[in-house]
């Protein structure tokens, strides 16, 4: 879910199809390239909002699933969740969590703020699990439910394959906080089942599910081999995806790589055979020293800054996550049991300011300076991501996390309605 800032790090061939027909950029391509795309990302900007917290726990946004085993040292995330309770208690609860979280009531709000597309993460437990996992399964018939429920509200799905057997990062929100142990052994080719998984099982939904997700925020833990790895990961995706389905978009996460350079040319229109190929950017300001001592008018400057870099990817490109948030005040936030940067509580940090009325509780109870600062960064930020191709806020819904919770923040005014209205315009001055 974030880390964006901290790591920065640092003609495969043509169709006959190309031959004669030059294959089109996404500015320019005209309708007959959308193939079966039920979703124009040619010409059309993706709003949408991650469903997160669902599927996949993370004890910041309901943090009462957690409350109740917080004294545990053990328990750090899912992993370690349904490891301590034992399956049956575990499907029990979550189970709970699962029906209960997201109904056809929450796609139709979402829908009915102007929203075309939500972002769904699912682990690979659900979908392919491990022997030995403590995990427990049940997801995918609410999420085949889900898909219904986006049908009738008219949204479009992106399914996210938020965490990989070994994990992919080391986060909380992997399932498994530590180690990365992903790329060793078969986790791979686990990975990969998964994602098989995910495109048969919905291969014949594709006027809903119009883009699968390949593996969310995959950190670099391997040395300078770790780039050339994950694109050979990202390719065996993409022919897993197609061997299956031609007309499913294919998204890869940037690895927290400069999606500006990194990413270009890789699996694009101009160099390769690949079709329907999307980049996926996680912008946050908050997860680093130095940018959780940032002013209000430079978390809006830094944001501006990111328009004309979006702009020059050559594939479609959505932040796939982004925030109101300015501080990391939000509970639990960086870990259960653990503070904040912003007020100096997380170890090894020293305060910038005040987290009173930022670490838990609702948008209507947080200061005015806090909601016209959330309303600047909000409105800098939907006018530099539709510089390409859209966006997904993180994250729909919370317990408590008020500079997170997509629809307080609607329910409160902070998030513009309709969403191309500015209370504050020409901020980014593009």
């Not at 056809?104 to 703020?113: E, K």
Request: a negative charge.
């Amino acid at each position: 879910m974030y880390l964006s800032s901290l790591v920065q790090i640092a003609t495969v061939g043509i169709s006959l199809l190309a031959s004669v027909r030059a294959a089109p950029t996404p500015e320019t391509s005209s309708d007959p390239y959308l193939g079966g795309l039920t979703f124009d990302y040619f010409h059309s900007k993706v709003r949408g909002v991650n469903l997160g917290g669902w599927f996949v726990l993370e004890p910041w946004i309901t943090p009462s699933i957690f409350e109740h085993v917080a004294s545990n040292p053990a328990i750090k995330d899912e992993y370690t969740y349904t490891q301590a309770l034992g399956k049956e208690e575990a499907y029990q609860r979550l189970s709970q969590h699962w029906n209960t979280w997201v109904t056809q009531d929450d796609f139709n709000q979402i829908a009915r703020a102007g929203l075309n597309h939500v972002r769904i993460p699912i682990g690979y437990w659900a979908v392919a699990p491990r022997n030995g996992d403590p995990y427990v399964q049940g997801q995918l018939s609410i999420l085949d439910k889900a898909i219904g429920w986006a049908r009738a509200a008219g949204l479009k799905v992106l399914i996210d394959l938020h965490g990989a057997p070994g994990s992919q990062n080391g986060f909380d929100n992997s399932g498994r906080l530590g180690s990365i142990e992903w790329q060793q052994g078969n986790t791979v080719s686990e990975t990969l089942d998964a994602i098989r998984g995910l495109t048969n099982r919905y291969a014949s939904a594709t006027d809903v599910v119009t883009a699968i997700e390949l593996l969310n925020e995959p950190l670099p833990a391997a040395g300078a081999s770790f780039l050339d790895t994950t694109k050979s990961f990202y390719k065996s995706g993409y022919s897993t995806v197609r061997a299956i389905n031609s007309e499913t978009v294919v998204v890869i996460h940037d690895a927290f790589q400069a999606f500006g350079s990194a990413w270009q040319g890789f699996l694009s229109p101009q160099t390769s055979s690949a079709t329907h190929v999307m980049l996926d950017t996680h912008q946050y300001q908050i997860f680093d020293a130095g940018q959780i001592g940032l002013s209000p008018d430079q978390h809006v400057s830094a944001a501006c800054g990111l328009g004309p870099q979006l702009s020059g990817t050559d594939k479609w490109t959505v932040v796939g996550e982004w925030t109101g948030a300015q501080t990391d005040c939000a509970k639990w936030l960086n870990g259960l049991g653990k503070g904040a940067r912003y007020d100096g509580t997380l170890e090894g940090f020293s305060p910038v300011g005040n987290c009173a009325g930022k670490s838990s509780g609702t948008v209507a109870d947080l200061s005015a300076t806090d909601k016209s600062n959330l309303q600047h960064f909000i409105e800098a930020q939907l006018d530099a991501y539709e510089s390409r191709t859209g966006w997904f806020f993180w994250t729909w819904k919370t317990e408590s996390a008020p500079e997170w919770d997509m629809q307080d923040l609607l329910k409160n005014g902070i998030f513009p309605q309709p969403l191309n209205s500015r209370k504050y315009p020409g901020q980014c001055n593009y």
